[in-house]
C-alpha cells in the first residue's frame, strides 16, 4: 500500500514547525523533514554555550502552544531555547 503525501516541509525550526501546525488545523496531510533525531540540533551542537537568541522572545512564540514564560522582551539563553523547542 502507499501513500500520497502533498506537502512535505524541510526544517523542523521554528518556521517548519509553524506551517506544520496549520497544516495540521486544516487536516492537510504533511511530513516535516528533519535532518537531526533531536529537536533543536543546531542549538544543542553548533552554537557556543553563552549564545542566546538575537530577537525578543515575543517573536519565538510557536502556534497552540502556552505563552513564553519569562520576559517577552527579553532574549532566552541557549539552553531555554533548546526546551522550548
Known amino acids: 500500500m502507499s501513500e500520497s503525501i502533498d506537502t512535505v516541509i524541510v526544517g523542523g525550526g ?3 514547525l509553524d506551517v ?7 487536516g492537510r496531510a504533511h511530513v516535516v523533514l ?6 533543536a ?5 553548533q552554537r ?4 542566546t537568541f538575537v530577537t525578543p ?3 519565538a512564540r510557536l502556534p497552540g502552544s502556552d505563552d513564553l514564560k519569562g520576559d517577552p522582551d527579553g532574549f532566552m539563553s541557549r539552553p531555554e531555547i533548546i526546551s522550548f523547542f
Not at 540540533?41 to 551542537?45: E, F, T
Open 14 to 16: 521554528q518556521a517548519g
Open 20 to 26: 506544520s501546525y496549520y497544516l495540521t488545523q486544516q
Open 34 to 39: 528533519e535532518r537531526s533525531l533531536q529537536a
Open 41 to 45: 540540533n543546531a542549538w544543542r551542537n
Open 48 to 51: 557556543w554555550d553563552s549564545f
Open 57 to 59: 522572545n515575543w517573536t
